[in-house]
C-alpha cells in the first residue's frame, strides 16, 4: 500500500539522502555561521579551523565517516570552527528538516537524553575555546616538559634537548607551523629561559635548559596570565622575603628536618635574631602564616615553626625570574 498520500496529510516525508561535493580548499562551514546542517563524510579529508587570537590554527583532521556540523543541526549553536576540505571531498548531507523528522519518533526519554547530550557538548566546546592551552607560547612551552623526561641529552653539563625534535613534535603534537615553533623558541631564548647551540653545518642543534624549573615557572606563569592572575609570591614585599630569608638561615643552622619540613622552635629564632627584628618577629610571623608560606604550632612554653626551604628557593626565583617573564619580545 502506497504511503504517500498519509505522510503528506500528516506532514511527514520520506529522508532524502543529498550528495554534495566540495573541491580542494572550500570550505564546507564558516566559523560562527549558522547552517542548519548535518554532513557525513564519504569521501576525501576536510580540516577543521579555529580562529584565535594568535591566528588561525588547525584542531584536527576529519576522514572518511566522520561526521561534521553536528552541534549547529542538533542543538541550533553556530559553527564553532571553520571546515574546510583538504582534497576533493564527498559528503552526505542531512538537513534539519530530515533530523526532526526521525527525532520526533523517537521516544521521550530518548528525546530528553539527546537534548542533554547536546547541551554538554556545546558547553565542553566552549570550555576548550576558552582553554589557556590555545595559547601557543604556553602549549610549546608544556611540550617540552613532557619531552624532556625521555629525551633528554646532556651538553656542557645542561640537560638539552634536540631542535629538530621540538620541531618535530611542536608540529604533530600543537599543530604548530615550524616558523611559528621557531619564533616562540627565539622568544625563549632572548628572555634567557633557554639558549640554542649551532651544530656543525651552523644550523640549530640543541636546545639548553640551564634549569627546568625555570621553565616549569614560566609555563605557570603563562596558564595564571591567561586568567588574568599573576603569582601570589609577586604581592610579597620585599621585609616579608628578607624575614623569611633569615628563618632559613636560623633553621639551617639550628632547624631539624622532617617530614613536613625544618621544625624550629621560637626561642631559636628569637635568639638568632638582632633585637631590631625581634621587636618585629610577632607581626612577621603573622603575616607569613597568614599567607600559608610558613606553619605556626603553637605550645605553652614555645610555639614550633615548621618551614619549607622549597617555598623560599621557589619565591626567590620567581623573584628573579618575574621581570624576564614580562619581557616583551618580537
Known amino acids: 500500500m502506497n504511503s504517500a498520500p498519509n505522510q503528506l496529510k500528516n506532514g511527514d516525508r520520506p529522508v532524502q539522502q543529498q550528495i554534495r561535493v566540495f573541491k580542494a580548499g572550500e570550505v564546507l562551514f564558516e566559523q560562527g555561521s549558522n547552517s542548519r546542517e548535518l554532513f557525513v563524510l564519504q569521501k576525501g579529508k576536510a580540516g577543521v579551523y579555529k580562529e584565535t587570537a594568535e591566528g588561525e590554527i588547525e584542531l584536527e583532521v576529519i576522514e572518511k565517516g566522520g561526521i561534521i556540523g553536528e552541534l549547529s543541526l542538533l542543538g541550533g549553536f553556530p559553527q564553532t570552527e571553520k571546515v574546510k576540505a583538504l582534497d576533493d571531498v564527498k559528503v552526505k548531507v542531512i538537513t534539519q528538516q530530515d533530523f526532526q523528522s526521525i527525532f520526533k519518533t523517537a521516544p521521550l526519554w530518548l528525546q530528553s537524553i539527546i537534548k542533554i547530550l ?7 566546546a566552549k570550555r576548550v575555546d576558552q582553554s589557556p592551552l590555545r595559547d601557543k607560547t604556553r602549549g610549546l612551552v608544556s611540550l ?8 633528554k641529552k646532556e651538553a656542557n653539563n645542561t640537560i638539552a634537548i634536540d631542535y629538530n625534535l621540538v620541531i ?9 607551523k615550524q616558523k611559528e615553533t621557531q619564533k616562540i623558541l627565539e622568544q625563549l ?19 639548553l635548559i640551564k634549569d627546568p624549573e625555570v621553565l616549569h615557572l614560566y609555563n605557570e606563569y603563562l596558564l595564571l596570565k591567561s586568567q588574568k592572575k599573576t603569582f601570589m609570591e609577586c604581592s610579597l614585599t620585599d621585609e616579608s622575603v ?6 632559613g638561615s636560623v633553621a639551617q643552622k639550628s632547624g631539624q628536618q622532617t617530614d613536613e619540613g625544618i621544625v624550629l ?22 603575616d ?4 600559608k608560606l610558613i606553619k605556626i604550632i603553637p605550645s605553652d612554653n614555645d610555639s614550633v615553626i615548621v618551614f619549607k626551604k622549597e617555598v623560599l628557593v621557589r619565591i626567590n626565583k620567581i623573584k628573579e625570574w618575574i621581570p624576564a617573564f614580562e619581557l616583551e619580545v618580537s
Open 242 to 247: 628578607a624575614f623569611l630569608n633569615d628563618i
Open 118 to 124: 547536546i547541551s554538554r557538548l556545546h558547553s565542553a
Open 168 to 176: 618535530k613534535e611542536g608540529f604533530f603534537v600543537s599543530k604548530l
Open 189 to 207: 631564548f632572548k628572555k634567557g629561559i633557554l639558549q640554542i647551540v649551532s651544530d656543525s653545518m651552523s644550523q640549530p642543534g640543541l636546545i
Open 265 to 286: 622552635k621560637k626561642s631559636v629564632l628569637l635568639d638568632g635574631f638582632s633585637e631590631e627584628k625581634n621587636f618585629l618577629l610577632e607581626d612577621n610571623l603573622k
Open 288 to 291: 607569613l602564616y597568614r599567607k
Open 144 to 151: 617540552i616538559l613532557l619531552l624532556l623526561p625521555s629525551h
